[in-house]
Each structure stands twice: as structure tokens, then as C-alpha cells.
């Protein structure tokens, strides 16, 4: 095993990357390579990788780059993350990147592609819509022809074909990176203390931008850590982080979570990254079906998503239940329509399930966090102090 | 384990860092206590000496306290098992020292907070100052240091005043140029801090009044051991329509130091309940 604060400063540094050195110096070494940027919501990267392309994510630039262009495209009623990637474009850091993915995650990002589009950034720009017929031959067929579109983009690109025996294999590939951060989450339900959720997130994150074989062997350094008996455990409670799946709160607010009394044991944070529950059908005959059917069956749940039969309020509940948390923070960007409009919903099913919650806004440049502290330091101790439920 | 345990609360305040030994048991003691000002000393080496010097003056070791705690700035405080926020902590704190009171006032460096209380110490409302630094106890450091005084003098020095003089405003900025002008206008020191005394008392008052809070209160923190603001407060409130009931202790720095003494106890023996990994540790 390699020694882990390597493993986690190089993560950290991937992850903040905002010159995507990694992706260039990836794409250079072989000129038939392709570099895709998508944005953090589901995007099955399997395609991309099937077709000789590495899937880039772009979350925004948090608290890194000083915002001056971005602004002019957009009102101050609209969140931060489209400004920061207009800023990254407009500043050249996206020009390596051929094609981009804007996933239906809202009005905001879906203008955000016909604005790239009028920039004419990139060989091709693609508003990846989803289906909100959740029948095969309906809503699968779509989302199938989605993706296929995609492929085609790249293969114009490049002029690699992808056979199914390469894309069940990057499926494989995906498969193992998904199992792997599942058995993370799961040792660090118990264990919490053994890695702080900021280390957590550099990992996690780092995986957006570079290649999943590259991430696997991480993730499995991780893992290997996380079975040692290491750190000492603290008397704080455990939460959930509701809301934060697109624009990223920013490090300092992760930690002051986490300073103010809290083990956060599941999140929605870099959601992309999370997104499958069970394994795809990795040996079939049409593996872009198996990705289509595992959308549909398989997804976890989020506000950007429709989901049909299976009230998101529900599976919140069942996510706290799971992870055996005492509580969840609602945490989502200032202006964001589908967070904020699921919240009365979410709240809801909370209140009814008698699970105690708080609920703030941030935006990825928030700097104080002396509010937000205060707020977290109250919501443990009434837990900690005025609650039968405890974390142990 | 019997059900007398030691526990340990360090409370990283805004100028002064505060520890306190406990037995935690039916009746709880302080076994020894310990208050540093801050100065330009790191705060995370400062509370670990501060711990390490009581452990050693008590013959103690770091596996006999059962379960420590920090509040305020926590973060600062690396060996511990939990921590608390600071109203909580204050809260048991200040019931702690007087166990009938159902308001206790935390006046800081950086804030003042009011906070009413049921039997247990349990927090029911709360109302603190904003951002403005005019209405905490760093605002009397710094203008004492422009005086002249040492801010242990300052309580004594208001004492004397017969003719306080207000400060026009209630930011700490333009505070801070009315009391350069008093001094060139020939004011005496006396009335100067008596007037800054009555300024902060003021919001106080105002404080206690939209909590409505409920008598007899408490104040906690560093600055309900200035006996000019302790002074300022009732004054203001004889003039006020209000009937409370307002005490303070000599100790009262500690209250959140306590606090956290106090609930770490709490916490042990229900953490020992739940058999939890934490206790086990």
C-alpha cells in the first residue's frame, strides 16, 4: 500500500485542478484520445471510455478563481456554478476538452449548452436529456439514442467504434469503481474517525478527472487504509447531506461540519460519482441497453431527476435509516430551483419520519462559516444531549 | 467504572483560554481550575498546556478523565472526546453556579449572548448581538488599551464615575473616534468607560428584553466578572420597567468551561448506557 497522505495530496491536487493537467498530459500521449467534459450529475462515463475518451468533470471553480466574466452572463438571481465555468472557458481552461455533456440538472445548465454552443467551445456540445417514461421500449429507447448520439459525436472525432465487447468492458471497469466506493461508505459508516470526509471528498472527486483504472487502484489503497484499526473515534453525531449534488459547497464548510460536532456518513455530494446501486449488466449483447435499463432500475434518486413510483422523500428516509444517522443537513446552493423546490417535500417526509434536520444555503465561494458553525454546533448538541439516539 | 468519573472542559474563548477538573457524580465538584489570556500565543499549544498543567498539579493522566470536552473554538483543542457548542455550555454553566436561574447572559470577547434555560439547563430561546464588535468585551479591551488601562482596572475605574458620557453611535468604528474626541473634549477617563460600560449594558437590556427573558439571570463570561459592566446592566435596569432578578459569581469566566465539564459527564454515562464504541474507547 502507498503511503496514504501521498495518496490523499495527490487527490487533493487532481481534484482542484482547474487546468485539467492530468486529462492534457492523458490526452497527449495518444492521438486518437478524446477528453469529454460533462457536468457532475449522472453521465454514464462507460461510453466514454469504451470509445477511447476520459470523461472530464467540471464542477465549477469553487473558491479558486475570482469570477469576472462569468458574471456578465448571468442575472444575480442564478446560482454560481454556470458563472465559474463560463470564467474557465472564456479563460481558455477548457480548450484541450473536445466535446461537452450538459446533463438535464435545470434550466440554468441547459442554457448553459446553448451558450457553449454560441462560444463555440468544443467539437460538440450535447444537452443529455433524460427520460421521464421509465418503460423500456419508451423511456429506455430514448435514453438509448441519447447515448448513442454521443458516440457518434466522439466517433467523429476520433473514428473509433465501439463493440460491445469494449464498452461490457469499461462497464466491468465502472462496476468495480462503484463497488469500491460503496465498501468505503460502508466502512466509514462505522467508522468514521478512520478518514475525515474532507480526505473522503478529495478521493471521490479526484475520480471525475481522471481514468477509472487509475481511480480503481486508488480506491483500493483507500480501502486498504480504511480496514486498519487507525484514528481516534469522537463523541459526534452522524448526518446525511442533502442538496449539495451540483454546485459544490466549499472545502471550509465541509470542515466546519464536521469541527462543529458532526461524522457526515452519506451525502449527495459529487453524485456522478455515486450514482448506480447495484452492478450493470456487464456480458450482454447490447451493453448500451444494460446501461439504458440500469438508468431506469438502478439510479439513485436526486431532485434533478424525475423519478416516478418511488417518492424521493421516501428514499431519503430509507438512505437515513440505512446509514443509521442521526439526523440530515440540508445544505444546497443559494438559487438552486431543484434542491430548494424538493426541500418542503423532503422536510416533509422527515418531520414524519421523526428525523431531526437543519437547512442552510451556501454558494462555492462562501467564505464565513461562523453562522453555519453555530447552526451545525446547535443541531448536535440538541441531538447529542436531548435525544435517545446517539451515535455509537 | 463506578458512577464517579473525572471529566475535562476547556472552553477556547476570544482572548482567554479556560479548563476546568470535575468530579462528575450526584454532586458535582471542581476539582481545579485554570485561566489563560490568549495574548499572541497559538491557542491550540496554549490549551494543551493548560490541560497538561492540570493534569500534572492534580497527579492526574490523560486516561483517568473519562471523557473531555472543548467548546468555543473547539478546533483548537486537538486531544478530547467531544465538544460542545458554546450556548450549551454556558447554559449548564451558568445553572451550574445558580440553579434557580432561568436566563443566562453570555458576554464574550466576540458577543453577547442571552439564553433562557428550564431547570435542567437546557436551552428553550436564545438571542445574541450581531457582527458588531461594540457590544463585546474585545470593544472594552481596545478601548481600554487606548485609555491607558489595564483592562482588570476598568471595572473599578467606571465604579467612580459621576458624569458618564455615552458614545453617539453603536458601531465600534465611530465609538472608537467619539471616545478620541472625549478625550480631546477633556472628559475624564472615569466617565469615558462608565459611558462605554452603559453603551453595551444598553444592548444588553434589549437583548434580555426582545427574549423575554425570565428571571433571576445569570451572566457567564469574561466580562460578568467587570464588576462596572455587572454595575452598568442593573443600573439600566432599575431605570427600565423590568423587575429581574441579575447575579453574577466571581468564577463566572469558567461557566462555559463548566459547561462542557458538566455535559461530558452526561455524555459518558450515556454513551456507557448505549455501550457505544465511543465509551469503549
Known amino acids: 500500500m502507498k503511503n496514504i497522505d501521498q495518496i490523499l495530496e495527490h487527490c487533493k491536487e487532481l481534484a482542484f485542478d482547474l487546468e485539467f493537467s492530468y486529462a492534457k498530459n492523458w490526452k497527449s500521449a495518444q492521438t486518437d484520445r478524446v477528453l469529454i467534459g460533462y457536468m457532475p450529475i449522472y453521465f454514464p462515463r462507460e461510453i466514454t471510455h469504451a470509445a477511447n475518451a476520459l470523461a472530464v468533470g467540471i464542477l465549477g471553480t469553487g473558491d479558486r478563481k475570482q469570477i469576472i466574466k462569468g458574471d456578465a452572463f448571468y442575472q444575480s438571481y442564478i446560482c454560481?456554478?454556470?458563472?465559474?465555468?463560463?470564467?474557465?472557458?472564456?479563460?481558455?481552461?477548457?480548450?484541450?476538452?473536445?466535446?461537452?455533456?450538459?446533463?438535464?440538472?435545470?434550466?440554468?445548465?441547459?442554457?448553459?449548452?446553448?451558450?457553449?454552443?454560441?462560444?463555440?467551445?468544443?467539437?460538440?456540445?450535447?444537452?443529455?436529456?433524460?427520460?421521464?417514461?421509465?418503460?423500456?421500449?419508451?423511456?429506455g429507447k430514448f435514453y438509448k439514442t441519447e447515448l448513442l448520439h454521443i458516440l457518434h459525436e466522439i466517433q467523429k472525432i476520433n473514428n473509433i467504434e465501439v463493440t460491445p465487447e469494449k464498452l461490457n468492458n469499461s462497464i466491468k471497469l465502472y462496476n468495480i469503481n462503484q463497488r469500491l466506493l460503496k465498501e468505503i461508505y460502508n466502512i466509514r459508516q462505522e467508522y468514521p474517525w478512520r478518514i475525515?470526509?474532507?480526505?473522503?471528498?478529495?478521493?471521490?472527486?479526484?475520480?471525475?478527472?481522471?481514468?477509472?483504472?487509475?481511480?480503481?487502484?486508488?480506491?483500493e489503497d483507500v480501502l486498504e487504509f480504511l480496514n486498519i484499526n487507525n484514528g481516534e473515534p469522537m463523541d459526534k453525531i452522524k448526518v446525511v447531506i442533502s442538496g449539495?449534488?451540483?454546485?459544490?459547497?466549499?472545502?471550509?464548510?465541509?470542515?466546519?461540519?464536521?469541527?462543529?460536532?458532526?461524522?457526515?456518513?452519506?451525502?449527495?455530494?459529487?453524485?456522478?460519482?455515486?450514482?448506480?446501486?447495484?452492478?450493470?449488466?456487464?456480458?450482454?449483447?447490447?451493453?448500451?441497453?444494460?446501461?439504458?435499463?440500469?438508468?431506469?432500475?438502478?439510479?439513485?434518486?436526486?431532485?434533478?431527476?424525475?423519478?416516478?413510483?418511488?417518492?424521493?422523500?421516501?428514499?431519503?428516509?430509507?438512505?437515513?435509516?440505512?446509514?443509521?444517522?442521526?439526523?440530515?443537513?440540508?445544505?444546497?446552493?443559494?438559487?438552486?430551483?431543484?434542491?430548494?423546490?424538493?426541500?418542503?417535500?423532503?422536510?416533509?417526509?422527515?418531520?414524519?419520519?421523526?428525523?431531526?434536520?437543519?437547512?442552510?444555503?451556501?454558494?462555492?465561494?462562501?467564505?464565513?462559516?461562523?453562522?453555519?458553525?453555530?447552526?451545525?454546533?446547535?443541531?448536535?448538541?440538541?441531538?447529542?444531549?436531548?435525544?435517545?439516539?446517539?451515535?455509537? | 467504572m463506578s458512577n464517579e468519573i473525572i471529566t475535562l472542559g476547556i472552553d477556547v474563548g476570544g482572548s482567554y483560554?479556560?479548563?476546568?477538573?470535575?468530579?462528575?457524580?450526584?454532586?458535582?465538584?471542581?476539582?481545579?481550575?485554570?485561566?489563560?489570556?490568549?495574548?499572541?500565543?497559538?491557542?491550540?499549544?496554549?490549551?494543551?498546556?493548560?490541560?497538561?498543567?492540570?493534569?500534572?498539579?492534580?497527579?492526574?493522566?490523560?486516561t483517568d478523565i473519562a471523557y473531555s470536552a472543548s467548546t468555543g473554538e473547539g478546533e483548537m483543542v486537538t486531544r478530547k472526546t467531544g465538544h460542545f457548542y458554546s450556548m450549551t455550555t454556558h447554559a449548564k454553566g451558568g445553572q451550574f453556579f445558580f440553579p434557580e436561574a432561568r436566563t443566562v447572559v453570555d458576554m464574550g470577547?466576540?458577543?453577547?449572548?442571552?439564553?433562557?434555560?428550564?431547570?435542567?439547563?437546557?436551552?428553550?430561546?436564545?438571542k445574541m448581538t450581531g457582527q458588531c464588535a461594540s457590544g463585546s468585551g474585545q470593544f472594552i479591551e481596545n478601548?481600554?488599551?487606548?485609555?491607558?488601562?489595564?483592562?482588570?482596572?476598568?471595572?473599578?475605574?467606571?465604579?467612580?464615575?459621576?458624569n458618564p458620557e455615552t458614545p453617539s453611535g453603536i458601531c465600534a468604528v465611530l465609538a472608537e473616534t467619539d471616545v478620541i474626541n472625549m478625550v480631546s473634549r477633556g472628559i475624564s477617563t472615569?466617565?469615558?468607560?462608565?459611558?462605554?460600560?452603559?453603551?453595551i449594558a444598553n444592548r444588553v437590556i434589549r437583548l434580555l428584553s426582545s427574549l423575554k427573558a425570565e428571571s433571576p439571570i445569570f451572566l457567564t463570561g469574561g466580562m460578568a466578572m467587570n464588576t462596572g459592566m455587572v454595575q452598568a446592566?442593573?443600573?439600566?435596569?432599575?431605570?427600565?420597567?423590568?423587575?429581574?432578578?441579575?447575579t453574577t459569581n466571581d468564577d463566572a469566566i469558567y461557566a462555559g468551561a463548566y459547561g462542557a465539564a458538566l455535559w461530558s459527564g452526561f455524555r459518558f454515562f450515556k454513551l456507557k448506557e448505549k455501550k457505544s464504541i465511543i465509551y469503549a474507547a
Open chain 2, 109 to 126: 470577547a466576540l458577543y453577547v449572548r442571552a439564553i433562557k434555560i428550564n431547570h435542567e439547563g437546557k436551552v428553550l430561546d436564545y
Open chain 1, 80 to 139: 454560481h456554478i454556470p458563472r465559474g465555468i463560463i470564467e474557465l472557458a472564456l479563460d481558455g481552461n477548457l480548450d484541450e476538452i473536445d466535446g461537452f455533456i450538459f446533463p438535464s440538472i435545470c434550466d440554468v445548465i441547459r442554457n448553459l449548452s446553448g451558450t457553449f454552443q454560441i462560444l463555440k467551445k468544443g467539437k460538440f456540445v450535447k444537452y443529455l436529456d433524460y427520460p421521464q417514461n421509465f418503460l423500456s421500449h419508451i423511456g
Open chain 2, 233 to 246: 446592566i442593573n443600573e439600566l435596569k432599575t431605570e427600565s420597567k423590568y423587575k429581574w432578578d441579575i
Open chain 1, 196 to 219: 475525515s470526509f474532507e480526505n473522503l471528498y478529495y478521493v471521490v472527486r479526484a475520480g471525475m478527472v481522471i481514468t477509472v483504472e487509475e481511480h480503481n487502484k486508488i480506491l
Open chain 2, 190 to 199: 472615569q466617565n469615558i468607560i462608565k459611558g462605554i460600560h452603559l453603551s
Open chain 1, 244 to 392: 449539495a449534488f451540483c454546485e459544490q459547497p466549499p472545502i471550509g464548510l465541509i470542515k466546519t461540519i464536521e469541527l462543529a460536532g458532526c461524522y457526515i456518513v452519506d451525502d449527495d455530494l459529487l453524485l456522478g460519482s455515486r450514482w448506480m446501486k447495484g452492478d450493470v449488466a456487464d456480458n450482454t449483447d447490447d451493453p448500451l441497453n444494460a446501461l439504458s435499463e440500469a438508468y431506469m432500475n438502478l439510479s439513485t434518486f436526486s431532485s434533478s431527476v424525475y423519478s416516478v413510483g418511488k417518492p424521493k422523500g421516501e428514499q431519503l428516509v430509507q438512505l437515513i435509516k440505512e446509514r443509521n444517522a442521526d439526523g440530515i443537513i440540508f445544505a444546497a446552493p443559494s438559487f438552486c430551483d431543484p434542491a430548494l423546490l424538493d426541500l418542503p417535500v423532503m422536510q416533509k417526509a422527515c418531520d414524519d419520519a421523526n428525523i431531526r434536520y437543519i437547512s442552510f444555503q451556501y454558494n462555492e465561494n462562501t467564505g464565513q462559516y461562523k453562522v453555519i458553525k453555530e447552526q451545525v454546533g446547535a443541531f448536535s448538541d440538541s441531538i447529542k444531549l436531548w435525544e435517545d439516539t446517539v451515535s455509537s
Open chain 2, 143 to 162: 478601548i481600554s488599551r487606548y485609555l491607558g488601562l489595564a483592562i482588570e482596572e476598568v471595572g473599578s475605574i467606571s465604579l467612580q464615575s459621576q
Open chain 2, 17 to 62: 483560554i479556560k479548563a476546568a477538573l470535575m468530579h462528575y457524580s450526584n454532586n458535582c465538584t471542581i476539582i481545579d481550575k485554570k485561566c489563560e489570556k490568549v495574548r499572541k500565543r497559538n491557542p491550540s499549544v496554549l490549551s494543551e498546556e493548560i490541560i497538561e498543567y492540570l493534569l500534572e498539579k492534580n497527579n492526574l493522566k490523560h
